[in-house]
Nanobody, 118 residues
Framework: VQLQASGGGLVQPGGSLALSCAAS????????MYWFRQAPGKGLEVVSG???????YYLESVKGRFTISRDGAKNTLSLQMNSLKPEDTALYYC?????????????WGQGTEVTVSS
């Protein structure tokens, strides 16, 4: 199992970024999938998740701004981030649930850095 996150970068407040996570060794459509983030000096938090049935979860602070999606044909997970704020600055990780639904994460990507700054 491998997860490869990409799409991070430097963006001004109010801007947008699209993160992508390429998966191999399993089918993303069969498991819950997550995006986590860790801001400098802070702990890890779940930003968003999607189950194999399409149920979604969003951290309260990103609701209405971030959208998680999955492409079964490409076996990828995405996170569209709009109206970015400086507090969204963090290292973002994609992760796979060990079960269907909202299971604990068992495999992680390497992280992609998002910096929101003017």
């Amino acid at each position: 199992v491998q997860l490869q996150a990409s799409g991070g970068g430097l963006v001004q407040p109010g801007g947008s970024l699209a993160l992508s996570c390429a998966a191999s060794g399993f089918f993303t459509s069969l498991y819950g999938m997550y995006w986590f983030r860790q801001a400098p000096g802070k702990g890890l938090e779940v930003v968003s998740g999607i189950t194999e049935s399409g149920n979604t979860y969003y951290l309260e602070s990103v609701k209405g701004r971030f959208t998680i999606s999955r492409d079964g044909a490409k076996n990828t997970l995405s996170l569209q981030m709009n109206s970015l704020k400086p507090e969204d600055t963090a290292l973002y990780y994609c992760a796979k649930s060990q079960t269907q639904g909202w299971g604990a994460a068992d495999y992680w990507g390497q992280g992609t850095e998002v910096t929101v700054s003017s």
